[in-house]
């Protein structure tokens, strides 16, 4: 009788240790699957708070990249030292105090980016939208609350430019109405169009010119001024991105592309905040988004956000999923190890009697160890093709529980920076929708050659225990 059918046959006589072993396969390999599966997810996520409208993209700054970046220039320049690096700026001070700012560069969206995408068939027009910025209101006043204290407000109104105002996000949902005079026109400069309370607080008409500088050097900086070609109302109002009543919305005033960069001091030196690219043709919106994708831009610095205001970004884009992904195949595979050991130095210590009798009809120590493998290696088999069916299911609850904890993480990160970083910058507040993995033919592969790894290296160091003893030696404590 040949080590295949003395296995099998062992298998069968022993059945509560067989589906043991078999269990304990499906554990292992299903969760080291879902290791695997964790490193390529794709998460589906939802800006809850700046939805795109219609048939439009929005292209945003992705906030796991931001860190990223942040680390990378936190390692770059020496602790404790100042310096500058693509565009994070550290500044320390004498009483032991540091600053850590980021200048528009690092935050901007790539205006050559966003004209790459905009080339692509199937997009009509796209629009660039600035960062609301704070300026200072040289000659006319802004609309204030008198009980609130204003000495954490900066004392000024915000700003906002785009490319085309007709693109803008509040003014395509609906939120604007012009009630004298025009939107801004593509390639206008130094125009505004400002709130209907504003103008009436003010005496402000349309041709009248505002004046606006650097609100954080109010005597010293040049003054712009922007001739008003518009006055809106609100039919619904428009959620400030930050408190105070700089950024209320009767003080929100919208001008061209350029403006806004001029005003606050950094003329030639843009912050984009948003790009939105609208879709010629509704019924080819899937097809055109994978256009998109195709663009040669580099997408780990971006979300890409659909007309319901969906994310799909990769894993590996989404703070640390990945490392946490790792960390789990360390973990299963330590603790894979460890178990199997353990299960085989028990299978073998209760088989002693089967061992030595064996050896003593002159069974050689070899063929007795293949008979121990090949029962671990079918038993194996089973388990290993059973957790292919549970496999996905554990894959994308593992994949969703690791994507909210990053999500925590990010967001500690971000409140964290919020008081050692200075920017404008303001991250969406994202919610996961959807998780999604595909198990590929190679990660089957990878575990397929892991499980069999960790049954032979078990079974080896199990056998050492009994195979190192002479027959005499076994048959004597079988006694």
């Known amino acids: 009788m040949n080590v295949v059918q003395r296995g099998l046959r062992s298998i069968i006589r022993k059945p509560v240790k067989s589906i043991l072993l078999l269990l304990v396969v499906v554990v292992i ?34 906030e796991a990249n ?4 942040l680390d990378e220039a936190a390692k770059k320049i020496s602790e404790g030292k100042d310096g500058t690096y693509n565009g994070v700026i550290f500044k320390h ?6 600053m850590v700012k980021t200048d528009n560069s690092f935050e901007t969206i790539k205006p050559e980016d966003a004209e790459k995408i905009a080339q692509v068939d199937g997009i009509e027009e ?9 300026v200072n209101p040289v000659n006319f006043k802004r609309i204030e609350d008198s ?5 954490n407000d900066l004392g000024g109104v915000n700003i906002r430019g785009n490319r085309i105002m007709e693109m803008d996000m509040d003014v395509s949902a609906g939120k604007i109405e012009i009630v004298v005079g025009r939107m801004i026109q593509e390639n206008e400069t130094n125009v505004c169009v400002i709130s209907e309370k504003l103008a009436q607080f003010n005496q402000i008409t ?16 040049r003054i712009y001024s922007a001739k008003v070609v518009g006055i809106y109302k609100t039919t619904q109002k428009i959620k400030p991105v930050m408190s105070g009543d700089s950024y209320r919305s009767e003080n929100t005033i919208f001008t061209d592309l350029h403006f806004p960069e001029k005003a606050s001091g950094e003329e030639g030196n843009p912050l984009f905040q948003y790009a939105i690219f609208k879709v010629d043709d509704v019924k080819a919106y899937d097809q055109i988004k994978a256009e998109i994708e195709k663009a040669d831009i580099g ?24 490392k946490m992904s790792k960390m789990l195949l360390v973990l299963v595979s330590a603790a894979s190890f460890l178990i199997l050991v353990l299960i085989f130095l028990f299978w073998m210590k209760n088989r002693t009697q089967e061992i030595g009798i064996l050896m003593a009809l002159g069974e050689s120590k070899k063929r007795i160890w293949l008979q121990f493998l090949t029962e671990a290696l079918l038993i194996g088999s089973i388990g290993f093709v059973l957790s292919l069916g549970v496999s996905p299911l554990l894959s994308n609850a593992t994949a969703s529980y690791l994507a909210r904890q990053t999500q925590e993480q990010a967001k500690e990160q971000a409140a964290a920076d919020a008081g050692s970083v ?9 919610t996961i929708q959807d998780t999604e993995i595909v198990i590929t033919g190679g990660m089957v592969a990878i575990d397929a050659g892991v499980i069999a790894g960790l049954l032979a290296v078990s079974v080896t160091i199990a056998g050492i225990t009994i195979m190192r003893k002479k027959p005499k030696e076994i048959l004597s404590e079988m006694s």
């Open 422 to 430: 200075s920017t404008d910058y303001v991250a969406p507040e994202l």
């Open 147 to 151: 009980d609130v204290d204003q000495s």
């Open 66 to 69: 931001r860190h990223k970046r």
């Open 299 to 322: 997408w780990e610095r971006y979300d890409l956000i659909d007309s319901d205001g969906n994310i799909k970004s990769m894993a590996e884009n989404f703070n640390d999923m990945e």
């Open 93 to 98: 001070f004498a009483d032991g105090s540091s």
């Open 206 to 221: 349309v041709g009248d010119e505002l004046q606006f500088n650097n609100v954080k050097d109010k005597e010293n900086s």
């Open 126 to 134: 796209y629009n660039l939208i600035t960062v609301s910025t704070v």
């Open 29 to 62: 390999s299903s969760s080291f699957m879902a290791g695997l599966a964790g490193q390529s997810a794709s998460i589906k996520t939802q800006d809850a708070t700046r939805q795109a409208v219609g048939a439009t993209f929005r292209l945003e700054g992705n």
